[in-house]
């Protein structure tokens, strides 16, 4: 999709008071250190280095904000979030990233939807979870939409990766309630599957009211 290969950096900010105020859309991607967060945007916009993916996975400690569509009036923000639950971290630097996560995922006003990345050969994890009830209130009211995008997808064979699904959506029915706005796909970056899927549901979601 055109418009999600329209991706440019914008800034990278250590504190949410950093970042640029404003009333674009804004769509967070957040998921384990070693989930594919990175590969699945730059898969997205189909550029090779937007997104940066240490070999030491832990190590991107800001949030990266990049600009979606036109260059002159953009319409949307990617927000590249810090990958947590790697252990080499220091302890110190984990706590402040999980407050400036939380505070982001909490309070940000323009945050329209976030991108869970979750392993699909490991599922949720314990802080794939908190995350999720970190979110809830916001997810139930219908202020923030929720993408859990399965990653790795083509490590599975047919039968696990239905099993991963069905796990996942399993799981986000309790989360979700009524809510019609989250989901779950099946994504492979290097098999492109569900590509398509995941950037035609970013592009509604800039585009509801």
């Known amino acids: 999709m055109a418009w999600a290969h329209s991706a440019r950096f914008l800034t990278t900010a250590s504190q949410l008071d950093q970042l640029p105020g404003g009333e674009l859309p804004e769509i967070a991607f ?9 590969t699945a ?9 937007l997104a940066f993916a240490s070999r030491t996975p832990g ?24 990958g947590y ?3 080499a ?8 990233w999980q407050a400036v996560m939380s505070d982001y995922l909490q309070l940000r006003r323009p945050l329209h939807g976030v991108v869970l990345m979750v392993d699909s050969r490991l599922g949720f994890t314990d802080l794939d979870r908190s995350l999720l009830e970190l979110m809830a209130p916001r997810l139930a009211g219908g202020e923030v939409r929720l ?3 399965l990653t790795k997808s083509d490590k599975l064979n047919r039968a696990e990766g239905q099993r991963a699904l069905a796990a996942a959506q399993e799981l986000l029915g309790t989360i979700a309630g009524e809510s019609s706005d989250i989901g779950v796909t099946l994504f492979s970056a290097l098999k492109r599957e569900g590509v398509g899927d995941v950037a035609e549901t ?8």
């Open 147 to 149: 993408l859990a995008v």
């Open 89 to 96: 971290v220091e302890r110190a630097a984990k706590l402040r």
């Open 59 to 82: 190590r991107t400690q800001h949030i990266n904000l990049f600009e979606i569509g036109p260059k002159d009036a953009p319409d949307a923000l990617l927000a590249d979030l810090p």
């Open 41 to 49: 945007i730059n898969t997205l916009a189909q550029q090779k280095r």
């Open 202 to 209: 970013l592009y509604a979601w800039t585009r509801k009211p």
């Open 30 to 38: 957040v998921g384990r250190s070693n989930a594919g967060k990175s």
């Open 85 to 87: 639950g790697y252990a």
